[in-house]
Structure formats: C-alpha cells, structure tokens
C-alpha cells in the first residue's frame, strides 16, 4: 500500500472513531427516564422467618424505600422515587382501592416530569388491577405492574430482578402506547390477557392462548406483538366522575351448581351478574330461571367461561338473543367483572355493553 493511502486510510480511521465516541458521549449523557415507583404491598414486600420460608411468610410488610433501596442498580437506568399507596395483602384489593390507585396513576402522569409508573402488587389479584387501569389510565406513557412469587427474604427472591426490569420498561420509549402491562421472570404480558396459571411457579403470569407481548432481554425490553384492543388513551371510561364503582358478582358454573347462588346476588342488589359457565360459557337448565329472573329485574348478565381460554360464542350455547344477554369474548371471569362494572357506570344498554365487551 502507497503512503498516500495508507494516510487518507489513517484520517478516514480516526473520523469513524471520533463520530462513535461523541455517539457514545450523547447516549452517556441522555438524562435517565423518571419512575414513580407505587407500593400496594404483596409478596413482593413480603418477609419470612427464614430464608428457606417461601410458604408461610408474612405479606406487605416491607416499605417501597427498602424495596428500592435492596436494588441499587435502578440508580443506573431511571430517576426513581417512591409512595406508598397501600400495604395490603392483594386477595383485600377493593373497588375503592382501585378508583383511589388509578386517580394517582393519571394525575402522576399528567406531569411533564413522570415519565412511567411501576405498581408492586401482590400477585393474585395483578391481573385484576392491571386490567382495570388498562381501561381507567388516560395517558399512553408506560404503567407496569410487577409483584414477586418469594418474599424478599427468601433465598434466590425474584422481586429484585422483578423491579428492576419493571424499572427498566417503565422508563422505555418501547413501553409508550402499548396499555397497561405486566412484568414478571423476564416476561411482558398486556393487562387484558395476562393470567395467574399457578400458585407458587415463578412464571406463574401467562396470556394463555396468546402469549406474552414480549420479554426483557438484560434489562431492555424486545416487543413481539401489541394488543389490538382499545385500552388506555382510546378508553372512553372517565374514573373522575365515579365515586363507587356498581356491584357486580360472579357465578361459577359447575356439575349441579343449582340456582341459589344467582337468588343470593339478586336478593343482594348486584347491577350485573358474570356467569363463570362451564365450557362455552353453558347455563344449566336449573340456573336458567334464576338468571333469566335476574335480567328481567333489569340486572345485566354477561355469560363468561370458566375454562380460562377462548372466547364465548353469541347466541351458541344459549340464546343470548331472547335472553337479553351479554357474552364475554375471552375475557375470564374476573376480568369481565371488572369491565362489567365500568360499563354500567356508562349505560344499561346491553347492546352497547355487548359492543363495549367486543371491543376492550
Ligand atoms: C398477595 O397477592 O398479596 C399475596 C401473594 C403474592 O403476592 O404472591
């Protein structure tokens, strides 16, 4: 090689390195994303007696400071800050608890300042939370819940790495527009489909049929598929208005479950009854009468399945026509609850409730 080229080789070498480096120096110096970080308490802020206690251990007992300060690595990736909003065993999450929760969520990221927001959460209420803020959170910046299987006292507890993934999504551009979201051993769920399929597993949230949306590859998050469903910011569901939220039950289906249990919630006042059915959603003939009884003292019936996944087919197993029924799509029991009770603050319409349920 000639010294002409060797030299313009040498000046072309030495421009590729200083674009890379005043790169790098740009990303060193792009501010770290705001977290809030809101503690309800759960497994996640658990303790046990021992570090081998993972059954038996007490819920809700540690304080978001701590649960911040057992991760200092979130120093590295986001502006964090913390409120304690409960502390309670999820299985005791209200209405109450919810409306107070999601009027935080919005206000918070109302501010410029906030740029995501991480829920810890005892598990086994989550999907019910998250679904319920899918459908009451008026801004597409990222909310994510995140809970743990182990207190954090225990050998190998996953509420630390939890929290810093959740940290690490929250504060994402990928994050932004996608709903509500779950995220839990590595995996990113969407709050309308994410279930708890087992009781002490780690990876214990699925979205059954659908699968996850994502998952967090060292601490960045690698998106896969969106929900097409409306939530969030193409919510028409306005949480400011509702001061208690209507009173739905649900019934669970079983081999000669009988009627009393629909008797019981009509006689209670409920506005709108789910009936966990078995299969596609059936209606035994003993039930029937009852709930037939019940839309006609103008109690809103949706017809949902207890298998977990796939949806309710209109009008197939029952005559949802005649009835005046509602079916439930996919969406299980408790979920439907949930948007149930946000539909009725709305309307009785079950022609727009049955639009409402095929659409979030
Ligand atoms: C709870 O849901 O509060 C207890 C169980 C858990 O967080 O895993």
Redesign the pocket.
């Given at each position: 090689m000639n010294r002409r080229r060797l030299g313009f080789m040498t000046v072309v070498s030495l421009l590729v390195l200083a674009t890379h480096a005043t790169l790098a120096g740009q990303a060193a110096q792009a501010p770290l994303p705001n977290v809030v970080i809101l503690a309800t308490?759960?497994?996640?802020a658990?303790t046990g007696t021992t570090s081998t206690t993972t059954v038996g251990y007490a819920?809700?007992t540690v304080g978001v400071q701590s649960l911040i300060d057992a991760v200092p690595e979130l120093k590295r990736i986001a502006m964090v800050r913390g409120e304690q909003v409960f502390q309670?065993?999820?299985?005791?999450?209200t209405c109450d608890h919810w409306l107070k929760l999601g009027r935080r969520v919005n206000e918070l990221l109302a501010q410029d300042e906030v740029d995501g927001i991480v829920i810890t959460?005892?598990?086994?209420?989550?999907e019910e939370t998250a679904y319920f803020l899918n459908l009451a959170v008026t801004s597409a910046k990222p909310v994510v819940l995140v809970?743990?299987?182990r207190p954090s006292t225990a050998l190998s507890a996953d509420g630390p790495m939890n929290l810093y993934d959740a940290v690490s999504l929250a504060g994402s551009r990928e994050a932004v527009g996608r709903g509500v979201l779950v995220c839990m051993n590595d995996q990113i769920n969407g709050a309308r489909d994410v279930t708890k399929t087992n009781t002490s597993d780690l990876g214990t949230f699925r979205s059954r049929e659908l699968g996850p949306l994502g998952s967090m590859r060292a601490g960045r998050p690698a998106f896969y598929r969106t929900s097409t469903r409306r939530h969030t910011t193409q919510s028409e569901f306005d949480i400011r208005e509702i001061r208690e939220l209507p009173r739905v039950g649900i019934v669970y289906g079983y081999a000669d479950y009988g009627s009393a249990v629909i008797e019981a919630l009509t006689a209670a006042g409920v506005k709108g009854i789910v009936h966990a059915g078995v299969g596609n959603g059936s209606v035994s003939l003993d039930a029937r009468p009852a709930l037939v009884a019940a839309r006609v003292k103008g109690i809103v019936v949706v017809r949902s399945s207890r298998v977990g996944s796939g949806a309710v087919a209109r009008n197939g197993e029952v005559n949802d026509d005649a009835f005046d029924f509602v079916v439930a799509d996919d969406l299980t029991p408790q979920k439907a609850r949930i948007l149930l009770a946000l539909a009725l603050t709305k309307t009785v319409d079950t022609r727009e409730i049955q639009r409402m349920f095929n659409q979030y």
């Open positions: 308490g759960g497994t996640i658990g819920v809700a309670i065993a999820s299985e005791n999450m959460h005892g598990t086994d209420t989550l809970g743990a299987m």
